[in-house]
T-cell receptor, first 113, second 115 residues
Framework: DADVTQTPRNRITKTGKRIMLECSQT?????MYWYRQDPGLGLRLIYY???????NKGEISDGYSVSRQAQAKFSLSLESAIPNQTALYFC????????????FGPGTRLTVT | AQSVTQPDIHITVSEGASLELRCNYS??????LFWYVQSPGQGLQLLLK??????LVQGIKGFEAEFKRSQSSFNLRKPSVHWSDAAEYFC?????????????FGTGTRLQVTL
């Protein structure tokens, strides 16, 4: 089984809908991240969490919220989806003492129409 | 603030040919540098890393990279490319921003391998 899993893998939704992307990990890592990938822009950090009580905004958090339900679970929500949130979303994890060595999930391709 | 530039958006090489992907970084202190690879339909996987010491670092899948401080570069190389190396490659710099340790990614280079 994969160490970092994301559900759903693909999702099409309409403008204004609320949507949640879920991430689970079995690596036992404390740190979890949500990134967004757009063509030509690389990966940009949306939110990150050091533990269940420590959640922080990344560089592009507007329009997104997160929940760290447990050490192993980190969810990303779009409260009211808009078309420019169409992107590939990645969850990642890292150990506390190796924050740059991140393990990525397979990604969720989200399309907002 | 740190930044990473990957000047080549797309590169095509023949199988068996050598490969060099360029990466330039901007950071005020000694950087932590990384190369990640994203195969089609997959998440990113760490290829190699540079923290300090020997400026030529070896990674997985036969890749290596050389840190050149004078050129602010960390180019990725492979002597002989295999068709399975077709993927997107991201260079990244790791830095402590005062509140957290963060990775900053370049925009990626897509590698196509022709048979």
């Amino acid at each position: 089984d994969a160490d970092v899993t994301q559900t759903p893998r693909n999702r099409i939704t309409k403008t204004g809908k609320r949507i949640m992307l879920e991430c689970s990990q079995t690596k036992g890592h404390d740190r979890m991240y949500w990134y967004r990938q757009d063509p030509g822009l690389g990966l940009r950090l949306i939110y990150y969490s050091f533990d269940v009580k420590d959640i922080n905004k990344g560089e592009i958090s507007d329009g997104y919220s997160v929940s760290r339900q447990a050490q192993a679970k980190f969810s990303l929500s779009l409260e009211s989806a808009i078309p420019n949130q169409t992107a590939l979303y990645f969850c990642a994890t890292s150990d506390w003492d190796r924050p740059y060595e991140q393990y990525f999930g397979p990604g969720t391709r989200l399309t907002v129409t | 603030a740190q930044s990473v530039t990957q000047p080549d958006i797309h590169i095509t090489v023949s199988e068996g040919a050598s490969l060099e992907l360029r990466c330039n970084y901007s950071y005020g202190a000694t950087p932590y540098l990384f190369w990640y690879v994203q195969s089609p339909g997959q998440g990113l996987q760490l290829l190699l890393k540079y923290f300090s010491g020997d400026t030529l670092v070896q990674g997985i899948k036969g890749f290596e990279a050389e840190f050149k401080r004078s050129q602010s570069s960390f180019n990725l190389r492979k002597p002989s490319v295999h068709w399975s190396d077709a993927a997107e490659y991201f260079c990244a710099v790791g830095a402590y921003t005062g509140t957290a340790s963060k990775l900053t990614f370049g925009t990626g280079t897509r590698l196509q391998v022709t048979l």
